[in-house]
DNA sequence: CTGAAAGCGCTTACAG
DNA sequence: CTGAAAGCGCTTACAG
């Protein structure tokens, strides 16, 4: 790679400053230039190809327009794609480029996605949790300290300091369940993983507040025994979710649901679970109702509707970035917790 | 966000001046530093928690440890994300950070990840290609123009100077189709999309070159037809493809099938189509066999035994990791043209 | 064994 | 209307 042309070359090129040039190249309010020179300039600029140099810049401002995103593993769950796809969207709009970090720490003092802001070559942090749980807690401690640009993006890190958005669980159970309800049903099996996460446990408070408002009926809960393994990139862990999926179907959810009304309804955690329930009622028992509060990673392929809620996850990237990028400007935040809401229930045809 | 210690903070508290504290940070060779002060310097930058200032490192050395990884949308597709796993563990490895760009633009002479490497923001650009088709001409030529390091994923541009990663995608069906007419196949049905791919055109390819070995046999193909959206991030195009799958496959598959021979077989382009010719074959036609050329973004559900083969992604995209840092270490590369070869064929029991 | 000085490419008060 | 100069934080020949 040639040396790049710099500012100076300009100047000798055009017989100014240095100084000139970049008044000239930034558009300078206070300095007015002469339409002549002015013009030379830009016509050396682009003769040149001049691209100013970004460590310069970031050195002399102390600014690198850019932001880290922290995602711990893998980019193969939808979940993770589309937040970041909503992040990109957000800081693309305001010029802003992306660091894409791991949790590694690299022997580090800190993580490098913290240590990237230290060393100002990122301006803040966008922290993807895994599965709701917030930042190290001494990770929390050196953004605080350091005054450093965050937003957790699905967590609730317990600083109030500390911005976040976070997903409706709650709330999408809520209205799952005051549908069917609404419709007639009378009993919901809420079929859900073993996992003890806060998102799970949103969810299962949602469907309890929703019959508690139509008297009579009941929510009973089935845990399916699986904790989390933190590595879809491979098709065997996929198969082996769904192998699970498929006894405890057998073994658990049919014989519940054996009894159940026409208009009752199971409503699923997963995508994964409500589309092997769906092959499995594929020719009987077509009146119980099925719901998912995920599309999952992946589409759901049953010959059936299925009422649906899903978090709002590239709307919640793209008020990640904006949020975070108003406390880069120094901003002062009405509400550094955004919640947002999920997309209304709606019925799938497949 | 306060102002960080310097090297002169440092330098001030020893009592040295800025150069010395440098050589100790950085333990120049050349320098040897008496043990007295190497210690107080040493102490003295940890009481500060003194971290260097990366963009003055890479204004003065020229570089920036970074590395621009250019992707075009869709990082709901689990291809990209496993590609771009790979990508990050080949360069963690190095002590490289990534980027991440889209092809835009933004109005600049270059697209952002050709802009990136020319400010000096970082130091080699790994473009992943969406659908096997190379980077635009005019980006190729600024490329090569300003010998920026590059490599090149899941494409093959023209110029030979220009790097790249390719996934075996000929031998991948080749493999598959050898094992299948093996086992005593006569005829292969291969059930593809009519997207016009170099990597569809390989997998065809290589089917027939298997066919080829064995006289007497066939391969027959039957076009999926289907042109790709690019936004795998909506669930509904997903069901789009499914419907269409689901049609193609009585409309066509299954009539063509219907004379098949035990151990005749049906090779899939994808999972999705495997996943549906599974289940539309449940209770019949048991032994025709099935097999797939990739997992798709879905796992798949059959309740049969499917031979898959799919591309290393993973490999991949360490490979170029690898490749690219080679390149930016200015070493003479042998071969600048990677080719993955595809895991063995195997039998999945789902 | 250690330090003073120049310079990476840019910006911006300050002075004409 | 324009320019000389200082400085962002670091590194590294060069000179003691």
Redo the contacts between chains.
Sequence with gaps: ??A?PTIKDIAAQVGVSPSTVSYVLNDSANHKISEGTRQAILQAAKAL?Y??????R??RN?S?H?VSVALE??????R???L??GI?NGL?SE?Y??????F?S?GQ?YP?FI???????SEGIIYISSDGSDPEPEWRESILS????FVGCDCCPPEEELASVSFDYERGAFEVGCRLLGEGARRILYWRPSVQTDQEQYRQEGLRQASALYPGTEVIVSTLPYESAEDG?D??S??Q??QLCKQHLVQDIIPRIAQFQPGDAVVCAWG?MA??LA?ALNGTLRSVKIASLS?G?????AESRVLIS?PRF?YGGEEAARLLLRQIRGETLANNRIVIPPESPQY?E?
Tied chains: 1, 2.
């Design positions: 790679m040639k790049r190809q691209i100013p140099n970004g460590a310069a970031a050195l102390n690198s850019c593993k893998t980019l193969t769950q939808a993770f794609g589309t970041l796809q990109r693309r010029g480029w992306l660091m894409l970090f791991d590694d690299r003092l490098e240590e990237s802001v230290l060393q100002s070559r350091n005054h450093l640009p990139a098709v065997f996929h198969s979710v769904s994964v589309r092997h092959s599309a990673e992946t589409p759901l392929l899903r590239l799938i497949l």
